[in-house]
């Protein structure tokens, strides 16, 4: 019995329709029958009661079923042990992230290190004015981005973190006595321009246009990087919103951090080039969505 007939008999016990069975493996329902048909004249018996209305498992069907589950669990545990000790044997995984995210990743990172024993993780930086090529230029396997992400070369993983929004202004700007800070007050002031390298509905994101009465937000002066902008912050030539995190490792002098209550909140996902997926990656990924994100 083939592998792939095995997978095809074990979804359609679980299923009970063939056409279910031929979508979530994505095949033709001709191949499902095909593959049960042709187990069924080997044995000699027949697997599955069908009628016009059901399918159900006939009792030979119900052994089989049990037997070759435990000879996939089995198969699936062997490659899982194979995998894991690929991961751990001096692998190396390249993390892109902004500014002081790896310590908040701490929890996250600490359980890969645990589960692929000799594994390492080098840290790199990116910043919002070209987060994207470190990843497709090879540089970086995963980038820790802020949501949405929709280039279509790019895989998108689960969320690891989630948080508010500050926005960063001038120590010395009126809305820094104000104490917090509102998507309406954009308008009144000019944020940073990052520039054409990045996406503008992944810069809008974080940087929106219009505020949400429908006011537009005038950008400019250019950041090219984070400190950068930060210099054009504390001299008063534009305020910038950023994610909280940035308030929270960050205290320039000249700067300060609002909270804007009215913005909604930011997510943060692996993201990663889609042909470059391998056993690393996935097994990040599978520790994040096993965690879940990890809140701001």
């Known amino acids: 019995m083939e592998l792939r007939d095995i997978e095809i008999f074990l979804t359609l016990s679980e299923e009970l329709h063939f056409g279910r069975t031929a979508e979530r493996l994505h095949v033709s329902q001709a191949r499902v029958s095909q593959a049960v048909r042709k187990q069924e004249r080997r044995i000699g018996v027949e697997l599955f009661d069908r009628t ?23 198969l699936h545990a062997a490659l899982a042990r194979a995998e894991a000790a690929g991961i751990g044997s001096g692998s190396t995984l390249r993390l892109g992230l902004f500014g002081h995210a790896g310590h908040e990743l701490r929890t996250l990172l600490d359980a890969y290190a645990t589960r692929h024993p000799g594994a390492e993780v080098s840290f790199a930086e990116i910043n919002g004015v070209d987060a994207f090529t470190s990843l497709r230029a090879g ?7 802020w949501l949405p992400v929709t280039e279509p070369d790019l895989t998108v993983g689960p969320t690891v973190l989630t948080g508010g929004r500050v926005l960063a202004v001038s120590s010395e700007h009126p809305l820094a006595a104000r104490g917090v800070a509102s998507l ?10 990052l520039g054409p390298d990045a996406p503008e509905y992944w810069v809008a994101a974080m940087v929106p246009t219009h505020t949400p009465l ?11 990087t984070f400190h950068e902008l930060l210099s054009l912050v504390a001299t008063g030539q534009c305020v910038h919103p950023l994610g909280e995190i940035a308030a929270r490792y960050n205290s320039p002098p000249g700067i300060t951090f609002l909270p804007m ?10 993201v990663w080039r889609s042909t470059a997926d391998n056993p690393a990656i996935r097994a990040l990924a599978t520790l994040a969505t096993e965690t879940g994100p990890i809140r701001l």
């Open 184 to 193: 309406e007050d954009l308008a009144d002031n000019r944020v940073a321009d």
């Open 139 to 145: 540089d970086n396997d995963v980038n820790v981005l």
């Open 214 to 224: 429908g006011r537009r937000i005038p950008r400019g002066p250019i950041a090219r």
């Open 261 to 270: 209550p009215d913005a909604p909140a930011l997510q943060w996902a692996l």
């Open 52 to 74: 016009s209305r059901s399918v159900r498992l006939t009792p030979v069907g119900r052994r089989l079923r049990e037997d070759l589950q435990q000879v996939q669990d089995l």
